[in-house]
């Protein structure tokens, strides 16, 4: 069953604030789990699934309430607790028998707590995993033909719908869309995709969300203040994240963790019963790592297995933190998360300001491909070490492109990695470099003429062609796109580009390409737009080259005579290759020949 949230007591404990009080527990009953104590009640109940709830609200009211709910969501959102307050809603009803439809119901009714302890005889609820056949849905369907016993509707809860057979699906068709006027119907899934077609557009279909870790936060400290447990805020957002969204997830965690804590929840027993690591070793490992010292990153790792985390789990929350960084860097709001501890947005928001996006999303891309090693490995430790030492050694590795750039201007070779000797000091006292991190080198490499202190490198740019690739470097795609597609350059000199836009072109080009280059190059570069004409466009360029290679292959006797022998065969594709060192610099065309395979073989 799916417990979602807030809710009433059903023993003798005390409410929730705001909410009534439930009929108090028999004496001496067993304990009753934290998500069946305090599972929804009333609409007023939920949390995290307001969407849904004003929209059931505002069908109530205007009178437009269908024949068919489709609930569907992850595990633990309240698919089925939501159902069954609707069934109490549709049934809604008076002590002294007044009453109509209603999704407000500050008390409760004749049949309200019969249909919450599941035992109303005009509820029935059917667990579709456990009765898929086609005969359970006859059942169904003959009994619906009866008028209620003693509610106004007769209500049929069918959870995990999706595992009824395909005979047992078309036979509900009919029922479905035209059902006696006395009869609704509630199915609950979690793979909606499993669902005929159908049999969703029969039904009103409503998608419960993950519930936001700071509302089940909030949530479970409601609960711990009802309980009379002590717990604090690191605690429960760990559990609010182990739950990823689930409530009823969340309230066995915090069933186990007072279990654990004996009756005090705290993060350090939270982290030992999920196997969690310290979120401040987890960041001081992030730093190490990223500093490029291996030995520190090993000893950081040795002393949380140690502890007792899992290498799995610790490359996770590395993962995590990871991506908690590039949302402080990309996103101006995101330290405002509440789900972030104090240190985690103290320190994430140092790293953002000194790492790079793409030093950060190459971090990601090594974890997320070695956590599903070191879970399949028969050494786990011994895996994770290897991630970390991949993760030091490519943390400031350049991109293809930049290393090609680098040859070409005859600057160093980047280094290969960290070295083992002195670690550096911690990245708190010492600044990291604006792009990457910086790596310490295990051979002396030659260094690049000093630049004046508080100036830019400059960078050269001696061709358009220049310019375009500096925008691929950059990842500036649409930039990259633009300036081949929309730009004919009338004169480049460094320092200065004027140029005509091509029809379509956008006029902001201009802006976005002086922009782009101050801030790539440390100058800055008059950009203009000419009157001329100007030379075509690199794409243009590059057809009219494509084409002419094309009609000169096709002019070659041994091209003429596999097309004459091969009817129907085309040209798709035509490569230059230069010619050896030293001998004739004419270029030889190597020739893709649709449908000509051994075509020289078949002349000869």
């Not at 409530?247 to 019963?273: N, P, Y």
Request: charged residues 25%; glycine residues 6%; proline residues 7%.
């Amino acid at each position: 069953m799916d417990e979602t949230t807030t809710g009433t007591p059903l023993n003798d404990e005390p409410a929730l604030p705001g909410f009534p009080p439930a009929p108090a527990a028999a004496p001496g009953s067993p304990y009753r789990v934290l998500a069946r104590k305090y599972r929804p009640r009333t609409f007023d109940d939920l949390i995290g699934q307001e969407a849904m709830v004003r929209t059931l609200s505002n069908a109530f009211e205007t009178g437009r309430i269908p024949q068919a709910w489709m609930l569907t969501g992850v595990r633990g959102v309240g698919k089925t607790t939501t159902a069954r307050i609707l069934a109490r809603g549709l049934n809604y009803q008076k002590s002294d028998g007044t009453g109509a439809p209603t999704i407000h119901m500050p008390e409760l009714g004749l049949h309200c707590e019969a249909i919450m302890e599941s035992r109303h005889v005009d509820v029935l609820e059917m667990d579709a995993a456990s009765h898929t056949g086609i005969d359970d849905v006859r059942q169904i369907i003959d009994g619906i033909r009866y008028s209620p016993v003693s509610a106004r509707y007769k209500v049929y809860i069918i959870d995990e719908v999706h595992m009824l057979s395909e005979k047992a699906f078309n036979a509900f068709l009919k029922t479905l869309e035209e059902p006696p006027p006395h009869a609704k119907f509630i199915f609950a899934t979690t793979e909606i995709r499993k669902v005929p077609v159908t049999i969703l557009s029969r039904c009103q279909r409503f998608d419960l969300r993950r519930i936001e870790a700071d509302k089940l936060v909030a949530h479970l400290g409601r609960i711990c203040d009802a309980e009379g447990v002590k717990a604090d805020q690191e605690a429960l957002a760990a559990i609010a994240r182990a739950a990823e969204g689930s409530a009823r997830d969340s309230l066995s965690l915090l069933d186990q963790a007072i279990a654990h804590g004996a009756g005090v929840v705290q993060g350090e027993t939270v982290r030992d019963m999920l196997g969690l690591a310290d979120r401040t070793l987890v960041i001081d490992l992030f730093e190490a790592v990223m500093r490029g010292d291996v030995p520190a990153a090993f000893a950081g790792l040795r002393s949380q297995y140690d502890a007792g985390a899992d290498p799995s789990v610790i490359l996770s929350d590395l993962a995590a933190f990871s991506h908690v960084v590039t949302r402080l860097k990309l996103i101006a709001d995101a330290a405002k998360d509440p789900a972030l501890s104090e240190i985690e947005r103290a320190r994430g928001t140092e790293y953002a300001q000194k790492l790079s996006v793409r030093t950060l999303s190459r971090a990601w891309q090594i974890l997320l491909k070695g956590i599903p090693e070191v879970q399949a490995s028969n050494r786990p430790i011994a895996a994770a070490e290897m991630v970390l030492v991949r993760l030091a050694y490519a943390a400031d590795l350049p991109t293809p492109d930049e290393a090609l750039r680098a040859l070409k201007d005859g600057a160093p070779a980047p280094s290969s990695g960290p070295s083992s000797p002195p670690p550096s000091p911690p990245m708190s006292t010492g600044p990291m470099t604006s792009g990457n991190v910086a790596l310490a080198t295990s051979q002396p490499m030659p260094q690049p003429r000093p630049q004046p202190q508080g100036t830019a490198p400059v960078m050269r740019l001696r061709r358009f062609e220049d310019v375009v690739a500096l925008a691929a470097e950059q990842r500036e795609i649409v930039l990259k796109t633009a300036l081949e597609r929309d730009v004919r350059l009338v004169r480049f000199e460094e320092g200065r580009i004027e140029f005509n836009l091509a029809e379509g072109g956008s006029r902001t080009i201009a802006n976005d390409l002086a922009r782009a280059l101050q801030q790539w190059t440390g100058q800055r570069w008059m950009i203009a737009l000419s009157s001329d004409e100007g030379a075509p466009t690199l794409r243009q360029q590059a057809d009219t080259a494509e084409r002419e290679r094309k009609e000169g292959a096709t002019s070659h006797p041994l091209v003429q005579a596999v097309l004459a022998k091969f009817p129907g065969a085309q040209i798709v594709n035509v490569v230059d290759r230069a010619e050896k060192a030293g001998e004739d610099a004419s270029a030889e065309a190597d020739m893709d020949i649709l449908g000509a395979t051994d075509a020289e073989d078949e002349l000869e």
